[in-house]
């Protein structure tokens, strides 16, 4: 059994191949009576669009939306919601040298030895090109929660990080990394270009941070905030590790250090002094900002030969050519963004379901 749908409350399902004459996601749970328009997806969608820039792959893709189902005079019905990008420069041709054989660190052989088959076109399901789905689906969710802002932005790449004490939220949208120090855009530039001339790629870290998340949504058990949102970005492809606030670096830390300890504010509510935890505490948010990281590993299509093995059972050497993307990292952040918008829309309508 294949799983392709997402979410208790709100629920998603993508579906189509990379290399197909389209893909999309049908949306349902969402709540009746808001505004939405192809022009409230659109802006998210071009965010993530292939051929940006050039360090991006060059597949020429619009990715316009369509609205096929669950609206009416530009409100949302109740009833699912269904979402279309057609594909319009697909070339499976790309991909006929490797129709045959495995390409180290994809899902070749893995999905040929669970179903019998693959979709060796760009790797059909498995490929980055599926996000697009959810990034369409993401826009329908932060419909449901107008009260959260959410912002996702690279931190790491090829190993160099930002100078923190650098942040500058206003250089995201100014450079193509969605980088907030400008500083290390510039770096990363050269060190990306490198990379493409010797054939190779450079893996990533995507931080998001979600404000005006209110307190009490998750559950302390089964349904943790924090699991689902770890599940979430562990399903985005090339996602490889996920932390929540510190993450690892709370491994690192005394308990007095990591607590994150309280005082009642200004405005007479609790306030913390830190956020070690992240915005949850328990699985449930505390208030605080939510905050999320993605490591990514490098995009394994690459000019560099690999040793590999054929369906015979061969042992080959196999270089990817084609239009690929040398960091999947630098798209992934609208992705990131969409599928925390997702959980977190989902975990709204589960607190309200159950607290009223």
């Not at 290390?184 to 990306?192: D, G, H, P």
């Not at 007479?268 to 915005?279: D, I, T, V």
């Not at 050497?317 to 040398?326: C, K, M, N, Q, V």
Request: negative net charge; proline residues 6%; charged residues 25%.
């Amino acid at each position: 059994m294949s799983f392709n749908t997402f979410g208790r409350m709100l629920r998603f399902s993508t579906w189509g191949e990379s290399h197909g004459p389209a893909i999309g996601a049908v949306v349902d749970g969402c709540v009746p009576g808001l505004a939405l328009s192809e022009d409230d997806i659109q802006p998210w969608l071009d965010r993530r669009r292939p051929g940006a820039s050039r360090f991006t792959t060059q597949r020429r893709e619009p990715d316009m939306v369509r609205i096929l189902s669950g609206t009416f005079q530009g409100r949302t019905t109740g009833t699912p919601i269904s979402l279309m990008i057609e594909n319009v420069d697909q070339r499976p041709k790309d991909y006929a040298e490797v129709a045959g054989a495995y390409r180290p660190g994809h899902a070749d052989y893995t999905y040929e030895a669970k179903y019998g088959i693959r979709d060796w076109r760009g790797g059909g399901r498995s490929s980055a090109r599926e996000t697009a789905s959810r990034v369409a689906a993401g826009a329908v969710a932060r419909k449901i929660i107008p009260e959260v802002s959410i912002r996702a932005y690279l931190v790491e790449l090829g190993g160099d990080a930002v100078d923190r004490s650098a942040f500058d939220e206003a250089q995201i949208e100014q450079n193509p990394f969605f980088c907030p120090d400008a500083a290390a855009a510039e770096r990363w530039a050269i060190a990306l270009d490198a990379a493409r001339k010797d054939g190779s790629s450079l893996g990533a870290v995507v931080e998001c941070i979600a404000t005006g998340v209110p307190v009490g949504w998750g559950a302390p058990v089964y349904a943790k905030l924090d699991a689902d949102l770890a599940a979430a970005l562990m399903s985005i492809n090339a996602v490889k590790g996920v932390e929540i606030g510190s993450g690892f670096a709370a491994a690192r830390l005394r308990g007095e250090e990591n607590a994150d300890g309280m005082r009642m504010g200004p405005d007479g509510q609790p306030r913390f002094l830190s956020n070690h935890a992240g915005g949850i505490a328990g699985g449930i948010s505390t208030g605080a900002p939510i905050v999320v990281r993605a490591a990514l590993k490098p995009t394994p299509s690459i000019r560099q030969p690999l040793p590999t093995i054929d369906a015979s059972g061969d042992e080959i050497e196999i270089a990817t050519e084609g239009r690929h993307d040398p960091c999947v990292g630098i798209r992934a952040a609208p992705v990131v963004e969409a599928m925390v918008a997702l959980v977190l829309a989902d975990h709204k309508l589960l607190h309200r379901a159950q607290c009223g």
